[in-house]
T-cell receptor, first 112, second 115 residues
């Protein structure tokens, strides 16, 4: 089973609309969760950390459901500049080591 | 503050040749990581340095890959001999703390094509 599962999409979203997607993770001991944004042929950039109580950053809201082991991201009032791939990332703690496990990403295309 | 710098940005080599990728972390970051994305797959962990020591190299695919971080500053990742399946984008990241509680800063990557 993959460490992080994401439905890659693409998600075609009209400008101004709301889009939501989620991912599931397999390691129940994971403690840190993130959403990264990756533009075409660029490096991943941290969008936001995801906290147990849920958190919001402007038009972006992230939620964590530990019982079901899934993480969600909601984008409100989509802008053309939101077109990118959104990567669900989980910190894996193994035998005293830490590494990040990535999903394949949700490709979002905002359409005028 | 300068970010994580990777060199070269692109490399095209023939199967069987050797390639060396370089990563300069953010100054003062003891933790340095290498990740890789091959086409159609998710980004995967390769290894983690703490200063000059290899903390975790569980993601290194085979012994054709050699990573070093002499002096605990920049790191190199050498692929020798390169195979077609080594093609992909190699990302380096660095962080001050080990636990990744705040995420990492990634470099812009080296796009490696083996032909």
């Amino acid at each position: 089973r993959k460490e992080v599962e994401q439905d890659p999409g693409p998600f075609n979203v009209p400008e101004g609309a709301t889009v939501a997607f989620n991912c599931t993770y397999s390691n129940s001991a994971s403690q840190s969760f993130f959403w990264y944004r990756q533009d075409c042929r660029k490096e991943p950039k941290l969008l936001m950390s995801v906290y147990s109580s849920g958190n919001e950053d402007g038009r972006f809201t992230a939620q964590l459901n530990r019982a079901s082991q899934y993480i969600s991201l909601l984008i409100r009032d989509s802008k053309l500049s939101d077109s990118a791939t959104y990567l669900c990332v989980v910190n894996i703690h193994d035998y005293g080591n830490n590494r990040l496990a990535f999903g394949k990403g949700n490709q979002v295309v905002v359409i005028p | 503050e300068a970010g994580v710098t990777q060199f070269p940005s692109h490399s095209v080599i023939e199967k069987g040749q050797t390639v060396t990728l370089r990563c300069d972390p953010i100054s003062g970051h003891d933790n340095l990581y290498w990740y890789r994305r091959v086409m159609g797959k998710e980004i995967k962990f390769l290894l983690h340095f703490v200063k000059e020591s290899k903390q975790d190299e569980s993601g290194m695919p085979n012994n054709r890959f050699l990573a070093e971080r002499t002096g605990g500053t920049y790191s190199t990742l050498k692929v020798q001999p390169a195979e077609l399946e080594d093609s992909g984008v190699y990302f380096c990241a660095s962080s001050q703390e080990q636990g990744a509680f705040y995420g990492y800063t990634f470099g812009s990557g080296t796009r490696l094509t083996v032909v």
